[in-house]
Each structure stands twice: as C-alpha cells, then as structure tokens.
C-alpha cells in the first residue's frame, strides 16, 4: 500500500498533465501551472527538512569532535549568523516584515561584501580548470582528436580581437578564411548539428523515462525496486 | 626526467600561475580590445532600436553574484540603451540572487545615469518570486497571480505602468539574462514560444553554446559571455557616441580575456609537442626492442 | 525533427530577408518627392484567438499602402461598442499585419480600429472591424501534430515495453560507463575509500534528477554488499529525503539495512557554487576512490571533475546538458552522453520491462532521421528545380514539424 498509493498519484497526475497540454478549456488549461505552483509550496517546507538535515549532521561532528569539526563549525556559524541577520532585519527596518535588502541592513552588507565575492572566487575559478583540462585533454592522438584540436584553436582565437588581426590580411575573397569566420561557421554549423543531434536523443530519452515512471515501470525512485 | 617529461607531467598550479598573471597583467595595464557587433548581438540591438516609444520590455535577472562579472555588462548595456529609448522597463528574476542585482542595477544605472526617469512609469522591480520554470508557465496567462504587489510592497495595481499588463504576452521583448537555470532555455520554452514573446538572451559564455540550437527562430539573439557584451557596448557606442564616456567593463574585460586564450593556446601547443616527444621516443624504444628480439 | 525545422526556418528567413531587400529598393527609386495624405490599413478582421483558454482576440489587417515608405508603425485601438470611445491597447511595429490582444473578458464584445502611423506622427485610421469575441476552447488545433508525433512515439514505447513483458530478448548496445560500474565500486572497496555520488544540482521536478536518483538506488545496492562507505551532499531539500529514502530501500533489498547510515546523504546548500565548494572540500579531505556525477549540471561540472581529477578518483559522469558534456568528458573516465543518462537505469536494472522502453525511442529516432533526410532532400530539390511541387511538399513537412504558437 506504501508504495501503491504514490503510484497511482503519479499515474494519474503525469496522466492529466500530458492531456491538459492540449486542452486549454478548463479546469484542464491552468493545471500545468497550479502544479508548478503546489511543487513550489512543497520546496519552500521541504526546505526546512534541508535545514534541519545540515544542522543535524554538522551538530553531531561538533559534538562527537570528528576530525574535520571545524569546517562544521564554519558551516553552522555561517548558516546561523545569514537566517538570524535576515530573519531580525538587523542593522535594518525593524520587524519581520522589513525590507531585507535595505541599505545598510546587516544582511545585505553579508551579502555584498561576503557571499558576492566568494560566489565570484568559485566561478572564476573555472578559467584555471578550463586551462588545466585543456592542456590534458587536446592533445592530436588520433584523427578525432586532431580535428578537436583544431576546432578549439580557432574557436579559443576567434573569440578574441587577437584573432581578426592574425587573419585580417586576407583578400576579400577568402574572407570565409578569416578564423572569426572559422570559429562563427564551427559553432553554428557542426557545433549547432551535432547539439541539435544530442538534443534529440535527450528529447526521446526524456519521454521514455517519464513514460517508465508514469506507468510505475521506473519505481527506484521511490525507494522501490521495479517489479 | 627528461626536459619534455618535465613539461608533459607540469604541475597543474604552475599552469594556473600563467593563467593568473595572464589576468592580472593585462588588467594592471589597462590592456583592452576594439570589439565589432556580430549578426546574433546586433540582432538583438535591432530589436531594441527598433521599437517605438513606450513599448514594454520585460528584463529577467536570472543569475547571481558568481557570474557578475560576464552578466553585469551586459544589463548596463541594454539598461541605458532601453532608457535612452524610452522604453518601461519591467524587471524581475528567476534566482532569489537575483533581487539584489536588480537594486543594485536601478541605482547605478536607471537613477544615476538617468535621474528623469520616474519608479512606476518608466521603470518597475517586480523583484523575486521562486517557481522557475513553474513561474514563467503562471504569468504566461497571469502576470497578476503571481505579482500582487512590487518589490517594494507597492499594490501591483497602484503602479501607473502595470496596469495593462495582464500576462506575459502584453510585452513586446523579453529579455533574460543569465544562463543557468532557470534562465534563457527555459524563458524560449515556456514564455517565448507558446506565448509567441520574442526572447533574446545573454549568458555566461560557459552556457552560451547551448542556446545556440534556438537562434534565431526561438531565440532572436544571444549575448555570450563577456565578448558578447563587449560587442553590445560596441554598438552601443557606435549608435550612440555620448555612451563613450560611460563605464564599459565588457570592452575592458577583453584584453585580460584575449591573453589568456593565448597562454591556453600556447598550452596546448607544448602540451601537443611534448605528446609527440614521447610518443617518437616511445616507438624508437620499441622499434630498438624489435631489433634485439 | 527541431534540427530540420530550424534550417528550413533559416532558409525561409534568409528568402524573405533577401526579397524584402529587393523590394524596398524598389520602392525606394520610386518614392515621390511630394506629401501625400497617409493611408490607412484595410480590411481589419477581428477574431477569438484559436487554441487558448480564453482571454485572447486576434486582430489582422491588411498593411498601408504607405508602409514601405513612411510608415513606423501601427496602433490598435479597441472600444466594446462600435459608437463608444476607443483606447489604444497595443502598438505594432512596422510590417506587422496582426496583433494579440491578450487583455479581453470572454463575456464582452469588442470592436477594433488600427491606425497607421507614419515618421512625422501623422495617423490614419482603419475602419471598425466586425464584433469579436474570446472564448475558451476544448481542443488547440496547433498541437494536433505534436499529439500525432508523440503519440506515435509513446505508443511505440508502451507497445515495447508491453512486448518485453512476454520475455523477448532484446539487444542492447554496450554502455561503456555503465559496465564500468562494478569495477569503480570494487575499486573503492579495495582501496577502503569512500564512494562520493553527486545527483546533480537540479530539483526532483527535473527528470535528470529523477534519472541520477534511480541510478543512485542501483549503484546502492552494489555498494551495500560491498560495504563500502557512501556520500551523497544533495543541492536540493526534496532530493536529499529522496535520495535518502532510495539508498535506505537499497541496503534492505541488499540485505544490509544495518550498515545503512541516515549520514550517508545529507543536505549542503541550494546555492550553485556554495554547493560546489562544499563538495570540492569533500573530495580533497576525504579522497574518494570513485565519483558519480550523474544528473544536472552547470558551469559547476568542470570544477567538481577537475578536482575529482587532481585527486586520482575513478569518474563516472552522466548528464542531458549539452554544453557541460564536454568538461565531463575532458576530465572523466566515462560519460554517460544525453540519451544514456536516461537509459542508464533500464539498462542497469536488465529488466525487460525497462529495456523494451528503450526499444520505443528507436522509432522515434526513425521518425526524426527520416524527417530530416526527406525534409533536408524535399528542400534541395526545390532549391535546384524550382518546381512548385517540391516547394509545396517542403512547406508540408515544414508544417508537420513546427509548432505554431498562436
């Protein structure tokens, strides 16, 4: 029954959403977004269970003095001093119901001067690893890699002015030459086919998944093996 | 070790050094680039110019402060080149980072560049509502289910240039910035084409790819990563020369950009002439094992 | 079918473009010196907005003959009375020769004018259009292809799953990241590391997610015989209690509910980057033996695969972005690419059942290769013949395949 019950909830609902999809008349047409919204109102009290799980863990390798306790301790402060400047409006106006962003406000300042630069650090530090992988994994092994190779070379220059100057003595005539050109004709043509391609497949896979898992083929998902 | 092993087995930090010189370098000189619009920008510049006084431009702040820097540019291109149309402005955000960044972008660009400007009439900060793509699914047949009041708590009603909006087919372009998720994919698929909304987008050049497939049927145009912005800036200048004096981090941000391709490729290239190295060293030695058998 | 689309739309696009060019050209050596008195739009039509819950009428109207030369653009104005003031409720710009108007009550009639109006603000106005009034439907029209296409395609992978059921043997390619599963396991066992699984960092309501959750109960239950530690940090509430709930139901299908911990996974940050951090951290103090990344993934994939990378683990990544599957496959062992992330647990689990589904998407790639190849073919010839017949057939397919938005 545990397991029946969510079941048939997901049959039924995966059901009338695919039809409601062509049918716009009510109570059909709004259904599609009535249950984006219900998920939502799920998400933000799931949230809590989040919360919880993230104070629980940390709180028990504090307490227990795991070896790596201090990073929990880090987490649990930053969680705590983030909810308490928000949810109190320190530093802003008054009471719960307070602007949160407001100039000056404790949270905002956090936020400004804390959490942008450090969510900043983190996605600058992909340039470093783009460089590391390249220089691992562009390497002409074989014809593939080769033509990989080459592709990257005229996309990494022609996105920079350095690019149209290294070519722009060409005569107008073999201006398809020019690696801006290149590199505009690589991501729209092959680039462009082969994503489209991919995108296909994951278009057709998409609609086999949720056919599994709308017909209860696909139960791991709810914690139970398929039968 | 051999001098090509050495190199071949480089310790990633000293690539990572390189790269860091071949950011800071450049912007401690101030090194920049001239950029040229190209077809997917301009598209969207076109757009933009092409639309009549008082049309109504949704702007989605889809992105948060990691991607600031790629991102940043591009709305205070297209923020100055709304105002100076004069075009309301309706700006909201998918991501809860969002809120701040539009805040933070009335203050530095709408008021301060364009003090005339009045909240409510010519521009509106709808702020953040979480949803998604679930959002975008509800203010497609009503905006109002969703927005009951601004970000500021203003009744959605009171505001003067709300009050003929009535779902997302009431704007005349849609533009999102931000190229994770939610963001311009999920603007095309679920405002943009059943709405019949055009969508123009700009994204980190990360994600930028990615969107390519919808350009430009679903997607009018597409700004990709700090290039992208720099072109738009470019345009902007060139359309409107009085913009040359105003801040333009996309322009400047291409020179640091420009060197440390080089230094990538030049990477790849020791990178590919160690490879080689090895693999003739590799066959000599397995050629003179041949000779012994 | 979307790639075909697009490059008959390109072509189409490039065509109009080019003949738009020619014409205004045209017109341009033709313009007169001397003002005229601007013309206004005719024959404006006004109609329920077809294939929509209501809310919507469309007003079409035949363009100015002054539109080439001096028009901006086109106001429509509205009034629901035929004798009482009109307001405007919408600007088209110019060469638009219909307009949505988004804002009706079904319970009202209304009539429209559309004016021309030209660089010096000059207007013109149309005349009334007939009544029109918005009313919901019970069936959108445009959609009848989509319904045709996919229920073509759903019927195949209900015909095949039912077909799988009578225990036909079905062949399957082979799945190099997939067979490589065992071996990554058995690997951290040896080495007495733990296991890191990392879901993607979407919610529940992404079906990659439910994908990198259904691979996470198989890879479960192999690791709990193996008794190896595992450590799933979730980005998402609902996919922590999921994914707690499916490695709990892992370790008692294996028999090992006592060696289940509710630590294995736990709940980090909803932020991309925090979270990325937070798992970065993980990997270098705890230096798993092996990392999955199956699921969604952003800018944050080749952060995560890099560091797993610099760290000597076996990686194992899947995910249905396109634009991340390239760092994966830089800095992975093995990639699991698009369809096979979603086919991963049909293929893992062996049932037939599952399989079949599999079965299914291949008439789908059936249809879509046939559609581009005669669209692709049906176009060319067109190009190079000129004949009308072609043509009409190309515009056919080009219909069949697109999706018209009201």
Not at chain 2, 103 to 118: L, R
Not at chain 3, 5 to 28: E, F, K, W
């Amino acid at each position: 029954m545990r397991r029946q019950i969510p079941l048939v909830i997901t049959f039924i609902v995966g059901s009338v959403l695919i039809i409601s999809v062509f049918i716009p008349h009510k109570p059909f047409g709004r259904l599609g977004e009535n249950f984006s919204v219900y998920f939502d109102i799920i998400a933000v009290f799931a949230f809590i269970l989040g919360g919880g799980n993230l104070l629980r863990v940390h709180g028990n390798r504090i307490y227990r003095k795991h070896k790596d306790w201090p990073y929990s301790m880090v987490t649990v402060a930053g969680f705590l001093v983030m909810m308490i400047a928000g949810l109190f409006k320190i530093g802003g106006s008054p009471g719960i119901t307070g602007d949160l962003t407001e100039p000056g406000s404790m949270f905002e300042e956090l936020y400004m001067y804390v959490f942008t630069p450090l969510m900043a650090t983190m996605f600058a530090l992909l340039a470093f690893f783009v460089a590391s992988a390249s220089y691992r994994a562009f390497r002409a092994k074989n014809r593939e890699a080769t033509i990989l190779l080459l592709a990257a070379f005229v996309i990494l220059l022609g996105r920079t002015p350095f690019g149209v100057k290294l070519t722009s003595w060409l005569p107008g005539s073999l201006s398809f030459l020019e690696i801006p050109n290149l590199a505009t004709w690589i991501m729209s043509v092959p680039n462009m086919a082969g994503q489209r391609a991919i995108l296909i497949g994951i278009a057709l896979g998409v609609i086999a998944m949720a056919l599994r898992v709308i017909l209860g083929v696909e139960r791991t998902y709810l914690g139970a093996d398929s039968d | 070790m051999s001098f090509f092993e050495t190199i071949a087995n480089i310790d990633r930090r000293v690539i990572f050094l390189f790269i860091g010189f071949a950011v800071i370098i450049p912007v401690l000189l101030s090194f920049s680039c001239t950029e040229e619009a190209s077809p997917i920008v301009q598209a969207i510049f076109d757009k933009i110019e092409s639309l009549p006084e008082g049309s109504k431009v949704l702007m989605s702040f889809d992105y948060g402060p990691s991607t600031v820097p790629e991102i940043q540019p591009m709305i205070d291109a297209l923020l100055r080149h709304c105002c100076e149309k004069n075009l309301r402005i309706y700006m909201m955000a998918l991501w809860g980072t969002g809120h701040n960044l539009i805040s933070e972008s009335m203050v530095d660009i709408i008021e301060h560049e364009f003090p005339h400007k009045v909240y409510g009439v010519d521009y509106v900060n709808l702020g953040y509502k979480a949803g998604n793509q679930g959002l975008i699914n509800v203010i497609l047949t009503d905006m109002k289910k969703m927005y009951t009041t601004d970000a500021v708590g203003t009744e959605i009603d009171a505001v003067p240039m709300m009050v003929d909006i009535r779902n997302l087919k009431s704007f005349d372009v849609i533009l999102s910035l931000g190229g994770g998720f939610p963001g311009v994919k999920e603007w095309v698929l679920f405002g943009g084409d059943p709405g019949n909304v055009p969508v123009a987008g700009g994204a980190t050049a990360v994600s930028a790819p990615l969107l390519y497939p919808y350009y430009p049927r679903q997607l009018l145009g597409l700004l990709g990563g700090i290039k992208g912005a720099a072109e738009y800036e470019s345009a902007l200048i060139k359309g409107y020369p009085k913009f040359k004096t105003h801040s333009h981090p996309g322009i400047d941000m291409m020179g640091p950009q420009t060197v440390a391709h080089i230094v990538i490729v030049i990477f790849i290239v020791i990178g590919n002439i160690t490879f080689f190295v090895a693999r003739r060293k590799e066959g000599d030695e397995r050629g003179e094992r041949g000779i012994l058998k | 079918m979307k790639a075909f689309s697009h490059s008959l739309i390109s072509c189409c696009l490039l065509g109009s473009i080019l003949l738009a060019t020619t014409d205004s050209i045209a017109q341009v050596e033709c313009s007169d010196s001397v003002p005229s008195p601007l013309l206004p739009p005719s024959e404006v039509i006004a109609e329920d907005h077809p294939g929509d819950a209501g809310g919507a009428i469309i007003v079409r109207w035949k363009l100015s003959p002054d539109e080439a030369k001096r028009i901006t653009g086109y106001e429509i104005l509205r009034s629901t009375s035929p004798t009482g003031e009109f307001s405007s409720v919408g600007f088209a710009a110019t060469g638009a020769n219909r307009y949505v108007d988004a804002n009706t009550e079904d319970s009202l009639t209304y009539y429209y004018k559309v004016v021309a109006v030209d660089v010096n603000k000059n207007a013109s106005e149309s005349e009334l259009s007939p009544p029109a009034r918005s009313s919901a439907q019970w069936f959108n029209f445009h959609l009848l292809n989509l319904l045709i296409i996919g229920g073509l395609i759903c019927g195949a992978v209900i015909y095949f799953i039912a077909h799988a059921k009578k225990g036909k043997k079905l062949f399957l390619r082979r799945i190099a990241g997939l067979e490589a599963v065992d071996e990554a396991i058995g690997r951290a066992t040896e080495m007495g590391r733990p296991i890191l699984f990392i879901p993607g960092i979407l919610d529940m309501d992404d079906v990659q997610t439910i994908a990198g959750i259904t691979i996470l109960g198989r890879v479960a239950k192999t690791i709990a015989q193996y008794e190896t530690k595992l450590n799933v940090p979730t980005s998402r509430s609902i996919v922590m209690s999921t994914a707690m709930e499916t490695v709990k139901e892992a370790y008692i299908s294996a028999g090992r509910a006592d060696a289940y911990s509710d630590d294995f996974v736990h709940y980090v940050t909803d932020e991309q980057f925090g979270y990325v951090a937070a798992v970065d951290g993980i990997m270098v103090r705890e230096r798993p033996a092996t990392c999955f990344y199956i699921g969604a993934f952003f800018a944050e994939s080749l952060i995560m695969a890099e560091t797993g990378n610099s760290i000597g683990a076996i990686q194992i990544a899947g995910t249905a972005m396109p634009a991340q599957l390239p760092f994966f496959v830089a800095a992975c062992d093995y990639t699991l690419i698009g369809e096979e992330l979603f086919a991963a647990s049909a293929y893992l689990s062996g049932e037939p059942k599952q399989l079949g589904s599999l079965k299914g998407q291949d008439v789908g790639k059936i249809i879509a290769m046939s559609a581009i190849v005669i669209g692709a073919a049906l176009e060319t010839i067109f190009a190079i013949s000129g004949s009308s017949l072609f043509g009409s057939l190309a515009e056919l397919m080009h219909k069949l395949f697109s999706i018209v938005a009201g």
